[in-house]
């Protein structure tokens, strides 16, 4: 390894494989950096490539597009219509349909990296980054730990962050006003996901389909979060999984009296799906189960520091509703990769150099995330009582599809009032949901006028801090 490059890629996950090839393409000296071995690209921790594993079709479009490379099997394992909500009492399901593929993950990341590396990128495996390297306000470069655990510093212009939700780098940047550096812990999901061949003893839609996503919301079972069952190629065999917020698993066994953890409620998840038994891990590449932990915040509002930008989980960017951060993680790798690129051709590698950036993820997938977090947000003050009546009568298929994909609906208000809603707890819900869809207008408009110079952020940003804080203190979680 010299120990100058153009770029240094850290992180060799979904967005840093793809960042690292489109700079190379340019003909750039780019180092791409991962702490596992070879065959564990993009293992995200010692449990594995821990993930749901499922990613829309026009996620994969965009790469194809942009960068040429296009995906089959085996990397592909299985495509699905769609995805399905079922509200807590299994009476109410919504359909999302729109084609995507439930990934053999680990067969991704190796396709990814190959590309990289034929795409010109040197790779360098079991090299464990600890931080950046700060000179005069800007990121130099990387320090580490390589192979041989020898200390190891190396420079180049520009850093790319892609090491994920666990990234030492943007937490080691110095204070600044662009940056995030903390992710607040209930912006946080925690998750547990195991890869299971069972019998299939009975027919039931609901709980297992070879040809959906299925999602089961409900507050006991998975608190402030969703538990899953997607199919994968072989019948039988899924990837299945809940994810949790901190403060709802406290507040649901406060009430319940109980002392569940993740892991506890990972279980009884499982012995819960009726038609799947007999479970049995799925052994290959080691990872058929592990827990490990989500953003579902908006993106940090700024991607990019002097001689750094950050992409994929790194950032926060996975969608704060459904947890989808494959497709953000492909965008924003090939919209680094491009951007840095030609911040480093240009010579200017400041924030101002690469602002370019953050007005293209905010155009192509950014500019949604402050309202669905606010959807969230609605979504976690809400019992299993209110989400089943929610679910049957508050909204059309329409609106839930327009909630959950972040665009505001035009709740038609006045035949929803006429409506006969019972009870004092549901019309409070339906009003604050009316409340809610307002403040997602209101961020909705805000990141259209997502700010065009770095001059511009800090007055924008300080608008995004204080209305998420107030809608925050308004709606605390309440599960059960
Ligand atoms: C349980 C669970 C289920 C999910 N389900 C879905 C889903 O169904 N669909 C979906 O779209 N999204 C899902 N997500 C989110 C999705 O998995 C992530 O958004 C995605 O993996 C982000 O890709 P990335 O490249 O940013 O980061 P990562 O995939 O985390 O890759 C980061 C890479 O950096 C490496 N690295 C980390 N630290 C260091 C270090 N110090 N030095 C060197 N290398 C390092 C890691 O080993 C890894 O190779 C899920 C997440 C979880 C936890």
Redesign the pocket.
Known sequence: MPDKYDIIV????????LAAAGAAKRGLKVLL????KEEE?????NWG???????ATSHLDFVRKHIGISFSKPELDVKVDGVVAYSPDMKTKINFDGEGY?LDRPEF?KRLRDYAVKSGAEYVSQ????GPIIENNSVAGIF?KDKSMVHKEIRAKAVID???????IRRKLPDNQYVDRIVDVDDL?S???YIYDCEVSHEDLRYYDPKY?IIHLNQNVSPGGYG?V?PKSQYGRV?I?I?VQKSSIEIRNKKLNKKDTLHTLMDEYVRSIPNLKSPKLFGKDNNGK?????AVRRNIECLVFNGYVG????MA???PI????????LV??VLAGENVATAVEKGDVSIKGMWQYNIDFNREYGKKMAAMEVFRVYLQSLNNDLINYGMEKFLSRKEAEDLAYGRTTELSVMSKMSMILSGIANINAFKNLVYTVGKMKMFNTHYENYPKTPEEFPAWKATVTREMEAFKEKFKPNPI
């Open positions: 850290a992180g060799a996950g979904l967005a840093g494989n950096l991962d702490k596992n690209v993009g293992k995200k921790t490539w821990v993930c749901g594993d499922a990613v439930v990341e090299f464990d980054v600890e580490g892609a090491l994920g939700v666990s990234t030492n999901e998750t547990g996901r996503a899953w997607f990837n999984g994810g592990g827990y490990w932990s989500v992409a994929g989980d790194s960017m996975p969608n459904s947890a989808g951060g494959i497709g953000p993680a924003a790798g």
